[in-house]
């Protein structure tokens, strides 16, 4: 079946680094991916809607310059955070569309989360 | 105000009891998800639906467009149904999710 990996599982960083996140469609080719952020005890939050071939969509209140989204190719969508600070440790998610075109009307494969730390 | 709202937050169960969870949204939609999530945090999608009824295994899943509402059923429940079930709505260009109903089955 569909399978979407995310690298690493977890990461540790120090402050004022930078660390990059990937998610990777197996199987499939997802011209869409969405990353998500969830803090502790709280739901999903949608950060960006990641096109492949183009420019992120991001959501209202997340920084385009901080969280840089690059989706270069069919199976492949990066998610770096810049200049890393403690406030942004959380556990960031992604999903793929698993049909073409119809981005969040189509089943989501989502991935097994990367728990990042930033100290 | 949320657009998505799910009760109840939190359901203890015994074993082979029928669980429902509901959520009750305020925007128009494309589609309407049902996500589980275990503690490890990995999230699976379970449903995807826009319309109707859909059944996979024990698991049902009801959409009420007329009245913005969707549940969740669980039958025959089972200890590794223990997870947190999220509700989220797609509405073209937009995710909105549920805070999510955390279950816990005790055998």
């Known amino acids: 079946g569909a399978v979407v990996s995310q690298h690493p599982s977890w990461v540790i960083c120090k402050s004022g680094t930078s660390v990059k996140i990937e998610c990777r469609s197996l199987?499939?080719?997802?011209?869409?991916m969405f990353w998500y952020r969830q803090f502790p005890k709280q739901s999903l939050m949608l950060m960006a809607t990641?096109?492949?071939?183009?420019?992120?969509?991001?959501e209202q209140g997340v920084e385009k310059d901080k969280f840089l989204i690059n989706h270069a190719s069919l199976t492949l969508s990066t998610l770096t955070v810049t200049s890393a600070h403690p406030e942004d440790s959380s556990f960031y998610i992604c999903s793929a569309a698993l049909i073409p075109g119809l981005a969040g009307a189509a089943p989501q494969i989502f991935g097994p989360g990367t728990r990042l730390t930033v100290t | 105000k949320n657009e998505v709202e799910q009760s109840p937050q939190n359901l203890t169960a015994q074993e082979g009891e029928f669980i429902t969870i509901n959520c009750s949204y305020s925007?128009?939609?494309?589609?309407l998800h049902w996500l589980q999530q275990h503690p490890g945090g990995g999230i699976v999608s379970l449903f995807m639906?826009?319309?109707g009824k859909k059944k996979h295994g024990r698991l049902i899943a009801t959409i009420n467009i007329q009245e913005k509402h969707s549940s969740l059923h669980i039958t025959a429940s089972h200890p590794r149904d223990s997870a947190v079930y999220i509700c989220?709505?797609?509405?073209?260009?937009?995710?909105?999710f549920g805070t999510g109903t955390s279950l816990t089955v005790i055998p």
């Open positions: 199987d499939f080719q997802a011209t869409t």
């Open positions: 989220a709505v797609n509405t073209g260009n937009q995710f909105y």
């Open positions: 639906l826009s319309s």
């Open positions: 990641s096109n492949e071939g183009s420019k992120a969509t991001y």
């Open positions: 925007v128009g939609i494309s589609a």
